[in-house]
């Protein structure tokens, strides 16, 4: 069976490594490409993922039984509509429990959607064994690395066990410092004509932030082909 | 020919859940495609009946014309397996009517092979109720049921108390039936339809229904959990012991030569 749609989950255990970024990048690439999409924000706090893209975004919690149906119900409805959700780090351990346990991914499959879980490496060890883990409790859902250039060096993907093995690790271009503030108040979407706001702002710096939006959107479409790619070898081996 | 298996499911009182017991059993042995069929004691209206009409009749065992139509069909029924699920607080009289009417003496001489679970409440009192069975099911595999579906609480017994109660009993299998979802509990029942149908979103005319995915999913994984349960205490085994499928397994490759 082919896969129209995708559910993309981002997350790490660990808070402050960039996944509301990403996920924001994400749904505005899905809007750039004309695609339709919404996005669930499992996230508690401020600057969060609803407030950022109130038009696409909802609120979502996974806390009670209730938070559980509205969202994953949502996630596997055959809708035409890619889903993108911004998995907090204080519910990645109970989400991925209840996907494993409600079989999230198989009856997303059955419904021709691809799950994906973005990953956001760091070099801790709890986070590697996290994403371990996720290979064991989701071996159906296509597991992608990402890598956030602001926390540092590449090097992380050693311990990870990704080298050589093939495993292309999305990468999540760094903007530089001076730059941030134009993106890093809400609301704010990047697929907006101008990311540099109104005029005052020097052609200089919407340039770059174009050109460092254009590079992401290069990184994005490696998940698009990562996820067609498993759909084929799925196709292949049935 | 294999012999009939007879599983009486009965607690002391009510409210403890036997018929929920009887449903997994009945949805075990449909998935293990071994034949069942129920009887549903709680005359005139049967809860059973509601989830699985297709292999329940609603009887009344204190009725001769009903225990006859129960045990004298024990032999030639297409259904390997007969569940009967006992009115509450009536599991020793039952038992008591079925040796007064030779049953227990056929489940002795292996002509039957019978198993009773003993779904428990939750205060001491169960404990007499255990002590009272003790004289039915010395031939009997008897197998405690913790249900733990309703958040229900357990007294805790003290060793000593514990083993004076079993003392008599030497051969008793525990079964714990952990919790489900209260909403998922409560959908399965506004469905009335089996576990299995609800879990494969089917209504009771087997056609697609719009159950929630996640309710599903709860019910499923509960569902793995109870029958794993099941497997553990080797329940398939009182149905066709390991010898009499070996046996059918050479016939069957014999037949095919």
Sequence with gaps: MSLRNSVIIVASPRPRVGKTLLARLLTDFHLHERRAVAAFDVNAGERTLAQFLPEQAMKSTIDDIKGQMALFDRLIAADGTDKIVDLGHASFESFFTLAAQIGFVEEARGRGIAAAVLFLITPDHASVEAYNGLQNRLPGAVLVPVHNEILGSAQVRHKYGLLGLGTVVVRLTQLAPGLRKYVETPPFSFSQPRLAGGAGAPDEVENELQHWLRRNYLELREIDLRILLRDLRSSIRL | ?257
């Design chain 2, 1 to 257: 020919m294999a012999k009939p298996t007879v599983i009486l499911v009965g607690a002391d009182k009510g409210g403890v859940g036997k018929t929920t017991i009887a449903r997994t059993l009945l949805d075990y042995f449909a998935a293990d495609n071994t034949p069942a069929r129920a009887f549903d004691t709680e005359s005139p209206r049967g809860t059973l009946k509601r989830f699985h009409p297709e292999v329940t009749e609603v009887v009344d065992l204190t009725a001769i014309p009903d225990q006859m139509k129960v045990f004298d069909t024990l032999g030639n029924s297409a259904a390997r397996v007969t569940v009967i699920d006992v009115r509450a607080g009536l599991l020793s009289t039952t038992l008591q009517a079925l040796s007064d009417i030779g049953f227990l003496e056929q489940a002795k001489r292996g002509h039957i092979s019978l198993a009773v679970f003993h779904i428990l409440g939750p205060s001491i009192a169960s404990l007499q109720e255990i002590a009272e069975m003790s004289r039915f099911v010395r031939n009997a595999n008897y197998f405690l049921v913790k249900n733990f579906i309703n958040n229900t609480t357990f007294f805790d017994w003290d060793p000593e108390t514990y083993n004076s109660y079993f003392k008599q009993l030497t051969d008793v299998g525990e079964i714990t039936v952990p919790k489900l979802n209260e909403m998922a509990c409560e959908q399965v029942e506004v469905a009335s339809v089996p576990f299995v149908s609800f879990v494969a979103n089917k209504n009771a005319k087997g056609e697609p229904a719009d159950n929630s995915f996640v309710l599903r999913g709860y019910v499923r994984h509960w569902l793995r959990q109870v029958w794993g349960e099941f497997d553990r205490v080797n329940l398939i085994d009182l149905v066709a012991p390991k010898a009499e499928k070996n046996d059918a397994k050479l016939k069957a490759s014999r037949a095919s030569k």
